[in-house]
Each structure stands twice: as structure tokens, then as C-alpha cells.
């Protein structure tokens, strides 16, 4: 892997770089999952699980790696500029804080949001003996409860969680592709996290009938320390280049339903000069013509 700014000696490397640059309309955001040093059984398959609802956009490192985020992120750093990830998930356990999961991301490489929980209740995908959706998979986001939208923390916790399982953006989409729900419920001081498989059903109408059957993983999470950018930091990250920003129409106006109304400017229209359609009964006689050009009469040719 390449991290200086010299100018690349091969084409792949110089392909290598421009993948990293900055562009108009940003890559899929990668996620990278990491072990801690203390980690226990049930944090790795936590790890492994998210893994497979996230891949293709994530990179899982199987080794232990020794480190605190909350005290020291340079190591965090490091590994996000390596994968070339702005999301992380940190897996550890210690008798402290039992079953620790640090869900963060990245802006210009440097921590922005970091957000720690644990892990109360754990069932696996392999526990649930049901269909699974295929890899890939873009999931449709449920989010319930007040608190969401009240508790400053639980915000900024909603946007980390919608920036981590959204998937791709899409142009479009096909009504066998919903097929994934993750539904996360907070109540209680506690955060639910289900994932459904949707199943279209025979309805006897256009409109199928719709089923959820509990796929997995399903976690009961807790809140614990966060680490949260400034409002002037955060507010810079959400900055979008001029290039994206949709230009200002001149004379379009929209009313209270949504209705597009425009205004034209155009020239008075002279009537007298109005091609009409081309038929006997409206073509003009001789006298009318005369009439029009100052009265003069045509003389009559003598024949031979």
C-alpha cells in the first residue's frame, strides 16, 4: 500500500491514488471491524456477524490488537488510513466494562464520533435456523422511540448508525430488492437491535402481503461513554462542495402542494401574420387584396 504523495511510477499505483482523492460524489463508505487485545467470544462473533451484514464494505482484522480508543486513537488512525475506512467498530471485554463495542467514524482520518456500548444479550446468525439474504444486501433502516430524536447523544448515535449500515446509494429500486429490515428500538436506557428478512406473500391483489421472519444478529445494547465532535467540527463535516449544490432557477415558483409553476416573458403576438389552415374558403379574393394594398384594381389581360 501507498501513503506518501509521490508521484506514482506505475499505472497502478497512479489508479491506486486517484481511487483515494477527493471526488464530487464519495465511495461507498468502508467500515473496518477490530479486536481488541482482551476481546472474548462473544464480542469476536459480535465482530464477525456485523461483518457479514456489512461485506462487501468492510475489512474484519483477525488479530488482537492492544489498544484503549477513548485514551489513545492514533493506532485507529493508522488502520483507517491503511483500509482506506471511515467507519470503525471496536470489539474489547475486561471486567470493567464486560462485552465493549466502540462504534466510531472517521473525517480526514481523525476520529469525529465515537459512541461506546455493550453487549447485554447476543444471539448469532448461526443460532437462527432461517433463510439468510444474500451478501450485499442493501438493508432499510427502522429506527423507534422518542429519545432518538429528544437526547443530543442518541442523535448523533442514529446518524452513526445510518452511516454504517446504509449501503450504496441508489438510483433506483426493485420491489423483491426489500428484503432486509434492521429495526432498533431505544427504551429504558437500552438499545435494541433486530434484523428481519421480509417475505412477499400471495395477497390475491397487485400488492403482496409482507412477513418478517428474525434473521439475526439481535443485540440488547447499552449506552456507555461517547466521545462527540463540536458543533463547529461537525458542522464542517457535513459540508458539501459547490459542485453539488443544485443551481437557482429564475422564474419558478412552487406553492403549498408541491405544484411547479413557471412564468415566461414573451412578445406581444401580431395576429394579422397568424398562418391559418390552407383551404379555399379562406383564401382572400382579388378585390380584398387590392382592398389591402391601397385600392388599386388589376387590369385584365387581353387574350389573344
Known sequence: ??????????????????????????????????????ANLTVTEVLKDIYAVKKPFAVLYKR???TRPFEDQTSLEFFSKKSDCSLFLF???????????????????????MIELGVEKFVSLKDIKNSKCPEGT?????????VFDVNEEYRRLKSLLI?????????????????????FTAVDGKI?????????????????RIELEEMGPSLDL????????????YKLSLKQPKGLKPKKKKNISHDVFGTTYGRIHMQKQDLSKLQTRKMKGLKKRPAEKSAEDGGATPKKSKSA
Open 64 to 66: 488482537k490488537n492492544i
Open 163 to 183: 452511516d454504517f449500515f446504509r449501503g450504496p446509494t441508489v438510483p433506483s429500486i426493485r420491489l423483491a430488492g426489500l428484503e432486509y429490515v434492521l429495526h
Open 138 to 146: 442493501k438493508p432499510m433502516l427502522i429506527f423507534a422511540g422518542d
Open 1 to 38: 500500500l501507498i501513503y506518501c504523495y509521490r508521484k506514482p511510477k506505475t499505472k497502478r499505483a497512479k489508479r491506486f491514488l486517484e481511487k483515494r482523492e477527493p471526488k464530487l460524489n464519495e465511495n461507498t463508505k468502508n467500515a473496518m471491524l477490530i479486536k481488541g487485545g482482551n
Open 192 to 208: 435494541y437491535m433486530r434484523s428481519y428478512k421480509v417475505l412477499l406473500k400471495k395477497s390475491g391483489c397487485k400488492i403482496p
Open 222 to 233: 447499552v449506552m456507555r461513554r461517547t466521545h462527540l465532535a463540536s458543533d463547529d467540527l
Open 91 to 113: 470489539g474489547s471485554h475486561n471486567k470493567k466494562r464486560p462485552n465493549n463495542l466502540i462504534i466510531g467514524r472517521m473525517f480526514d482520518y481523525h476520529v469525529l464520533d
